[in-house]
Every structure is written in C-alpha cells, then in structure tokens.
C-alpha cells in the first residue's frame, strides 16, 4: 500500500470516528473542528468533511 493510500485511510478514519456534526437550536449545523461563532472556519470545516 502506497503511503497516499494509507494517508487517505486514515484520514476517512478520522472523519468517520472523530468528527461529528454539532447541531444547535436556532443555528446551521457544523462540524466539531469548526469554531461555530466563526462563518469561515464553519465553511472550511465543512470542506474537510467532504474530502473525504
């Protein structure tokens, strides 16, 4: 297995068993990694999630 193969791995590994998806009453609901008052980091957060 090449090392971008296991990089990938791990990776989805870590978005399937480590982030999760904050949901707030009254508010959009974002990833754990994201800073929630902060719109770009929401955005970037949910890009990452994405990726994989």
């Given at each position: 297995m090449?090392?971008?193969?296991?990089?990938?791995?791990?990776?989805?590994?870590?978005c399937?068993k480590?982030i999760?998806?904050?949901?707030?009453?009254?508010?959009?609901?974002y990833?754990?990694?994201?800073?929630?008052?902060n719109?770009?980091?929401r955005?970037?957060a949910?890009?990452?999630v994405k990726?994989?």
């Amino acid at each position: 297995m090449t090392i971008a193969k296991i990089r990938k791995k791990y990776h989805r590994q870590i978005c399937d068993k480590i982030i999760r998806i904050i949901k707030k009453a009254g508010a959009k609901d974002y990833p754990n990694n994201a800073d929630g008052s902060n719109a770009a980091s929401r955005e970037i957060a949910w890009e990452l999630v994405k990726l994989n």
